[in-house]
């Protein structure tokens, strides 16, 4: 009789163990918890810690509760243009409303294909209303909030909040690069040829310049000059008219002797001249000149 007792005892324990393990659950930080009884939500939990439920009739769903990450297969765009890009690109979302996400996928691997479905038609949507310089450009931070929002309008009815768009890459097709390119480097060859006629205009220019201002200078050093030298002359005239009046034989034996010396300076020189020619009265009249 004590054994069976014992052995009900045992089994009470058993069963309380297991219903008291089967009531408590736990709800990690990077988790959220949506209890269910009989497939039907009852409540939703977003706080971490020991958490309880009715035991056999209510289950847990746990949902992730961290920033997750989605990307894109590589997705052709026509821009406005007409310019055909590759772009790759990713969203950054997080389950902010357990129960709507729950009601409108089920699990991650739904809402995962959902947010690329949405994200796929809002970027070739806003992408081909812009010309291809303004993807490629600056302007890409604009059009990745602008892709990120209207993404966000589409999925925070369905529990999910979306925090970040980015463009990975934007490239051409293949085909295509080459003429690209080509033209790029056509555009750019043109603008080299009309940066180097412009510098030679304005090196012509500045040559001009230049050249007009030597001849300016010149025009007045050689003025100067001849004023210095008419200056010059008039003052020798001065002196040489000072000196002829304090002795006219003397002045008329300097300038005699000037003249021998431009006229026999040349070893070469020759000259037929009367001796008795007045080029020559200072040649014996000084030395026969009596002393007074």
Known sequence: MGKTISTVIAILFVVAGFTVASALFTVNETEQAIVMQFGKPQDVIQEPGLKFKTPFVQDVVYVDKRILSVGTQREEVVTRDQKRLMVDSFARFQITNPLLYYQSFGNINVAFSRVETILNSQLRQTLGREVLTAIVSGERSRLMDQIKNQVNAETA?????????????????ESNSEKVFERMRTQREQEAKEIRATGAEIAQRIRANADRERTVLIAEAQRDAE?????????????????????????SFYRSMQAYREAISDDDTSMVLSPDSEFFRYFDSQATKPAN
């Open 157 to 173: 009815t369905r529990g999910i909040t979306v925090v970040d768009v980015r463009i990975v890459r934007a490239d051409l097709p």
């Open 227 to 251: 004023i210095l030298r008419g200056k010059g002359d008039a003052e020798k005239n001065r002196i040489f008219a000072e000196a002829f009046g304090k002795d006219p034989d003397f002045f």
